[in-house]
């Protein structure tokens, strides 16, 4: 959760709260949220409650994404949680859920980039945004992104003067990739079969079909927002704990991520992980998200990494701020 002002074309952070309640543990098994699930993330919106009460918030939205979407009882537990705290959550579609990851990284693109592939792997899906920035002057690609709307029909969309050349939201994130090939116990075995299995996954994607090569590597520009990333970012600056200020918008090189990645591929992943703060339940996850980014690193080299500590809160508020018309000035 995140409480902020604006301030500004920015917002000010007033308040924030994270917990990893593990929503979608034993979703890819059973098909369902698990009890025990449901009870964490219930105990940990009733603390969102009672923030959203005590900092007097007026407007506010609360969203679920892809755990709740294949859920059975996805609609049961969004039901309980509005009578245990509340909160009404609203079930986003994947293409919001895109929609919002673009607006959150909208300040970090480059303004010279005429191609970007906006990456946002999650808990349980992952999305994958290509857009064609080539008609907009480079000091109005920010803005564009800002104010961009993505519907269902993947391609040809035109809006603000960007070209969505394609978009999906591939079924599979952290949680639910690692919980597909947990039985296996090497570290590069697992690594490569979830590599292939997400390559195979994301197959239909217009880039992928097309082979779309940054051979103009100059105006190409990759922008990844996760836990994965961020986690790669802290490990490359050698970081004992973890540092928003330094790691949101920090540049990396494909070679840098590899490096870092084939530290994590060691025979003491875990502890390597754990140098950086992260919990060791943790671990696991953070090798499922390298194998996603290495996947696409594979497809799409590139010198041009752009690492954002920011995703759907911030799309939110950037969002809703701007319809209110609460930001203002240069963006």
């Known amino acids: 959760m995140l409480v902020a ?31 025990a699930a449901i009870r964490r993330t219930i105990a ?8 959203v009460k005590r900092n007097r918030v007026t407007r506010m939205r609360m969203v679920a ?4 979407r294949r859920a059975s009882n996805g609609e049961h537990f969004l039901r309980q949680v509005t009578r245990q705290t509340g909160l009404k959550l609203e079930m986003i ?7 919002l990851a673009v607006i959150s990284c909208a300040p970090l693109v480059d303004p010279m980039a005429e191609q970007v592939l906006v990456i946002d792997i999650g808990g349980g899906s992952t999305e994958l ?7 907009l002057a480079p000091e109005a690609r920010s803005r564009g992104m800002m104010t961009l709307s993505i519907d269902k029909n993947r391609t040809g969309q035109a809006a603000h003067g960007i070209r969505v050349v394609d978009w999906i939201s591939v079924p599979l994130g952290v949680a639910t990739l690692h919980e597909r090939f947990s039985d ?44 994965t990333v961020t986690t790669v970012g802290a490990a490359h600056l050698g970081l004992s704990r973890y540092d928003r200020s330094v790691v949101d918008g920090m540049t990396l090189s494909a070679g840098q991520i590899n ?16 140098q950086l703060g992260i919990g ?52």
Request: hydrophobic residues 40%; charged residues 30%.
């Open 184 to 227: 296996v116990r090497e570290v590069r075995s697992r690594f490569a079969l979830m590599s292939c299995y997400f390559e195979d996954e994301m197959a239909e994607f217009a880039p992928y079909m097309d082979e779309m090569k940054p051979d103009y590597l100059d105006q190409f520009q990759m922008i990844g927002t996760s836990g």
């Open 44 to 51: 940990a919106l009733q603390v969102c409650a009672s923030k």
């Open 280 to 331: 060791l339940d943790r671990a696991d996850l953070v090798l499922a998200g390298a194998a996603i980014l290495q996947t696409l690193l594979r497809i799409w080299p590139t010198d041009r990494l752009r690492v954002a500590d920011r995703g759907l809160r911030e799309g939110m508020l950037y969002s809703m701020m701007g319809a209110d018309g609460a930001l203002k000035g240069p963006r």
């Open 5 to 35: 002002r604006p301030d500004g074309a920015h917002f000010k952070i007033v308040d924030a709260f994270s917990k990893s309640v593990k929503l979608g543990r034993e979703l890819e098994r059973s098909g369902a949220l698990s009890e």
């Open 93 to 99: 579609s994947p293409a919001e859920e895109a929609r």
């Open 129 to 135: 945004i290509w857009l064609d920035l080539s008609a």
């Open 65 to 68: 994404t892809e755990a709740c």
């Open 259 to 274: 490096d870092v990645i084939e530290g994590f591929l060691g025979t003491d992943f875990k502890g390597r992980i754990g």
